[in-house]
């Protein structure tokens, strides 16, 4: 069965304070490791898909990167509108079910 | 990317009752997926609903309680039935849109007193 363990559950960062969130993974088979970002009251709006370990793609402070155990969203500088909760999740396999972590709260403070 | 509406965007209902939530896409998809989130847990996958076949559902999931309509290709409606409190959590529709990974909509949120 497919596991996604997220961690921190949260994290609190200053202003401009980089730091990195962690996806931990199990799949038979990986076909596609997803992170997301959730404001509250929405739905979860999509960020990256990484394919296969090494891989690596960016948007404005965010980067996120893959090995075969695990993927990180790196965030660089990050401002207060970048609060919300960072979704991972994965499909693996023949289905197309994603397994979601359970999410990190980022809370940044002005 | 699609866009996807669905409503109601909240629900309080009292125990027993059903709900129906729609979800509208404005694309023709052929695979429609219906999540469940609940507080302090991960988006769980109810079922997943193909235009002109019966939806499929996951481990724990049953159609008795969550029965599923998938009438065309942009449309479905998913119902929680006689519901009770333990039922109470966000209900997503979801389509998969190759490389740009799956789309949500902006969630239901349930409330059973």
């Known amino acids: 069965e497919d596991q996604v363990t997220q961690s921190p559950e949260a994290l609190r960062l200053q202003e401009g304070e980089s730091s990195s969130l962690n996806c931990s993974y199990t799949?038979?088979?990986?076909?596609?490791l997803f992170w997301y970002r959730q404001d509250p009251g929405k739905g979860p709006e999509f960020l990256f898909t990484?394919?296969?370990a090494g891989e690596e793609k960016e948007k404005e402070r965010l980067k996120a990167t893959l090995t075969k155990k695990e993927s990180f969203l790196h965030i660089t500088a990050p401002k207060p509108e970048d609060s919300a909760t960072y979704l991972c999740?994965?499909?693996?396999?023949?289905?197309?079910?994603?397994?979601f972590g359970k999410g990190i709260t980022l809370s940044v403070r002005p | 990317s699609a866009v996807i509406s669905q409503k109601p965007s909240r629900d309080i209902c009292q125990r027993g009752t059903s709900l129906t939530i729609q979800c509208q896409v404005d694309?023709?998809?052929?695979?429609m997926f219906w999540y469940r989130q609940q507080p302090g847990q991960s988006l769980t996958l109810i079922a997943t609903?193909?235009?002109?076949?019966?939806?499929?559902?996951e481990s724990g999931f049953v159609i008795d309680k969550f029965p599923i309509s998938r009438p065309n290709l942009t449309f479905s409606t998913l119902t929680v039935s006689n519901m009770s409190p333990e039922d109470s959590s966000i209900y997503l529709c979801?389509?998969?849109?190759?490389?740009?990974?799956?789309?949500f909509g902006s969630g239901t949120r349930l409330t059973v007193v």
């Open positions: 990484l394919y296969s």
């Open positions: 609903a193909n235009q002109g076949s019966e939806a499929t559902y």
């Open positions: 799949v038979s088979g990986l076909r596609g």
């Open positions: 999740a994965v499909t693996g396999g023949a289905n197309s079910k994603l397994t």
């Open positions: 694309s023709q998809v052929t695979m």
């Open positions: 979801s389509v998969t849109e190759g490389v740009h990974g799956y789309t």
